[in-house]
C-alpha cells in the first residue's frame, strides 16, 4: 500500500495510446515493431511492407501520418486533429 502511495500507477500519455491502436492493427497483419525501433522508423517500414502488396498499397501512407501526428503530439504539443484520429 505504501508503495502504491509513493509510486502511483500513471497513465500512458493519449497520444501514445491512439499509437498503439495503429499497432494493434498491423501486428494482426504481421507487423510488429522491432526492439529499439521508433515510431518513424516503424512506420517507414510498415508503409513499404503495405506499398509492396496490391491488397495494402491503398493505404500504405497510413502508418507514416500516424507517426507524425504521434510526434507533433508528443513533442511538440500538438494533439491529432479528429480526421487524424478518426482514422
Do not use: I, M, Q
Not at 499497432?23 to 510498415?46: H, I, K, M, S, Y
Amino acid at each position: 500500500r505504501e508503495y502504491r502511495r509513493l509510486h502511483p500507477v500513471r497513465k500512458p500519455p493519449p497520444e501514445a495510446v491512439w499509437f498503439r491502436r495503429l499497432t494493434d492493427v498491423l501486428a494482426r497483419g504481421g507487423l510488429r515493431p522491432r526492439a529499439g525501433e521508433t515510431a518513424g522508423e516503424f512506420a517507414r517500414r510498415a508503409a513499404a511492407e503495405l506499398g509492396a502488396k496490391p491488397g495494402t498499397a491503398a493505404v500504405a501512407g497510413v502508418p507514416a501520418a500516424w507517426a507524425d501526428a504521434y510526434y507533433r503530439s508528443r513533442f511538440g504539443g500538438a494533439p491529432p486533429t479528429a480526421a487524424e484520429r478518426a482514422a
